[in-house]
Structures are given as C-alpha cells and as structure tokens.
T-cell receptor, first 113, second 116 residues
Framework: KQEVTQIPAALSVPEGENLVLNCSFT??????LQWFRQDPGKGLTSLLL???SQREQTSGRLNASLDKSSGRSTLYIAASQPGDSATYLC????????????WGAGTKLIIKP | DTGVSQDPRHKITKRGQNVTFRCDPI?????LYWYRQTLGQGPEFLTY????????KSRLLSDRFSAERPKGSFSTLEIQRTEQGDSAMYLC??????????????FGPGTRLTVT
C-alpha cells in the first residue's frame, strides 16, 4: 500500500532564503506526482505535476524534482517571500490506486519578513 | 467557467441532522472526486465518478454517506445523522484526460462542516 510522507511538518525561514521541501513515497510504481499549495481554510492549488517519465518541472521560482527509484521528490522554492507562507502537500497517483491521489500530510511553511 | 465551485463554503449543524453539499466541476471534465480533510492531515479519498457512474468508494464512505452525479455534471454529497467526527473540510475535484494521458485534478475551495 502506497504511503506518502512529508518531513518536516513545519518550517520557518527568513524572507529571501532558498528552501527545499521533501516528499517520500514507499512504492515507486507511480503515474505522476503533484505538489499543491493550501492556504489556511482554503482549497488546494496545483503547483507542479511531474509525470513518472520526467525528472523535474519548473514554474517561476518553483522547481520540483522526482527520483522514482529512491521514492523521493523535492520542491525547491527560490528567493522565498512572505506570500509563499502556506501548507505544501505532495500527492502521488500509484499504478494500483485507480487514479486516486494518495497524499502526504503537508509541510507548513512560514516565511518571516 | 473559471474552476470548480462548491456550495456552501461553511456549514454548521447539530449532531443527528442531515447535510448536503454541492460541487460544480469544470464543465468539460468527465471525472469528479470527493475528498475529506481534517486539520493537519492530507485529504482522504471518499469517492469518484466518471460521468454519472460512481466507480469507486472508499471504506471511509459509511452507509451514512451518499454521493450522486445524476446527469454527469454537478454532484452532491449527503451525510445523514451527522456525528461530531464528521467535522472536516470536504473537497471536490474534477479532471479530464489530457493529451499526454494524464488526469490532472483541479480542486474547489471546499465546504467546511462543523458538527456541534
């Protein structure tokens, strides 16, 4: 059974720093992996989707990498801003999950001005 | 059509009452999903539809929960005889098959349910 873990659960960094969020999954047989952002009390915004055949995806200051063999993904945020403060969740679609997203619990990120 | 919408955004109800939530997906999307999220956790899958057919239900979806998508467009999620443990954010998402073979899910703002 696929399990997704995100460590740390919370992270606080000063504005302007580059940072990395981690996501690990137990079964490498995945279709794709997505990173989402969630603001307090709000829904989920998709940031990046990496297909199983890809190694990374970039959007603006965000870069997500995928290493299927080791069951890991990272989300790199460059030049962090207070507006980046949110919870970041990763989710995978496994080959045996019938297109269901299987989620980590998220990393709560606080960017201090 | 600017995205997935959900109604209501917030619902407070007393234990034992029935509640119904609505989700309107992105119009051309044929798949619709319901998730439940409690504080500090990732979403948990409840059920999904392809067009009007309900293809899968989680064991989390007890007999008090029912979902419909009668015309393959909007969907409703009903919870009967609500319990305090039902308090959560209920999220809806929709997707369709991209040209690269990927179903990318787009989420609505959620309905926050509080059972008192």
């Amino acid at each position: 059974k696929q399990e997704v873990t995100q460590i740390p659960a919370a992270l606080s960094v000063p504005e302007g720093e580059n940072l990395v969020l981690n996501c690990s999954f137990t079964d490498s047989a995945i279709y794709n992996l997505q990173w989402f952002r969630q603001d307090p009390g709000k829904g989920l915004t998709s940031l990046l989707l990496i297909q199983s055949s890809q190694r990374e995806q970039t959007s603006g200051r965000l870069n997500a990498s995928l290493d299927k063999s080791s069951g890991r993904s990272t989300l790199y945020i460059a030049a962090s801003q207070p507006g980046d403060s949110a919870t970041y969740l990763c989710a995978v679609i496994s080959l045996d999950s019938n297109y269901q997203l299987i989620w980590g619990a998220g990393t709560k990120l606080i960017i201090k001005p | 059509d600017t995205g997935v919408s959900q109604d209501p955004r917030h619902k407070i109800t007393k234990r034992g009452q029935n509640v119904t939530f609505r989700c309107d997906p992105i119009s051309e999307h044929n798949r619709l999903y319901w998730y439940r999220q409690t504080l500090g956790q990732g979403p948990e899958f409840l059920t999904y539809f392809q067009n009007e057919a309900q293809l899968e239900k989680s064991r989390l979806l007890s007999d008090r929960f029912s979902a419909e998508r009668p015309k393959g467009s909007f969907s409703t999620l009903e919870i009967q005889r609500t319990e305090q443990g039902d308090s959560a954010m209920y999220l809806c998402a929709s997707s369709s098959l991209r040209t690269d073979g990927i179903y990318e899910q787009y989420f609505g703002p959620g309905t926050r349910l509080t059972v008192t």
